[in-house]
């Protein structure tokens, strides 16, 4: 089924491990992205990517990387885990630019401790 | 500063009621999205909007514009209508999304 495959649905981390938060979609999209999504907030952009070999950041960056070596694949890595990096992960992907639909990830529950 | 604003945050409803949640933005926009989180669950997609009104079942969306406005109406609600919706726009410059809070939904039997 067509869509966005995120992975795992929940993780519970050390403070200091690393992990990396799968991505991918099969619907060809050029524009990928990741959020985190905490308590009375909206989600907010962690970084995204416009294609393959491109990534920037977003709002809050920073401990996390990303890389995009495949149109498919977004992978987000916590190099060095935090209690604050404590929230729901979404993955997001749609088509670059125009009104087009957005379709997102079953979420991941990251609990830091 | 908040480009999205939702409201109300939450609403509790009787089954059968008619249902408005509200958006308000303030950047330029190519499209805006009304998405469904179910408790637990995953984000999905209800509506895409540039312009006008569309129907889905129960579900109506509007957008105006002009007045950077959106509505998300549910006719005859039920307990399986309970959710929190977030309206997220689509910035027609730099294609980012900007996301409201949500409007958490509760509807009783």
């Known amino acids: 089924n067509a869509g966005v495959t995120q992975t795992p649905k929940f993780q519970v981390l050390k403070t200091g491990q690393s992990m990396t938060l799968q991505c991918a979609q099969d619907m060809n999209h050029e524009y990928m992205s990741w959020y985190r999504q905490d308590p009375g907030m909206g989600l907010r952009l962690i970084h995204y990517s416009v294609g393959a070999g491109i990534t920037d950041q977003g709002e809050v960056p920073n401990g996390y990387n990303v890389s995009r070596s495949t149109t498919e694949d977004f992978p987000l890595r916590l190099l060095s885990a935090a209690p604050s990096q404590t929230s729901v992960y979404f993955c997001?992907?749609?088509?670059?630019?125009?009104?087009?639909?957005?379709?997102f990830g079953q979420g991941t529950r990251l609990t830091v401790v | 500063k908040n480009e999205v604003e939702q409201s109300p945050q939450n609403l509790t409803a009787q089954e059968g009621e008619f249902i408005t949640i509200n958006c308000s933005y303030s950047?330029?926009?190519?499209?805006l999205h009304w998405l469904q989180q179910h408790p637990g669950g995953g984000i999905v997609s209800l509506f895409m909007?540039?312009?006008g009104k569309k129907k889905h079942g129960r579900l109506i969306a509007t957008i105006n514009i002009q007045e950077k406005h959106s509505s998300l109406h549910i006719t005859a609600s039920h307990p399986r209508d309970s959710a929190v919706y977030i309206c997220?726009?689509?910035?027609?410059?730099?294609?980012?999304?900007?996301f409201g809070t949500g409007t958490s939904l509760t509807v009783i039997p």
């Open positions: 909007l540039s312009s």
């Open positions: 950047v330029g926009i190519s499209a």
């Open positions: 997001a992907s749609t088509k670059w630019q125009g009104d087009t639909e957005a379709f």
């Open positions: 997220a726009v689509r910035s027609n410059t730099g294609n980012q999304f900007y």
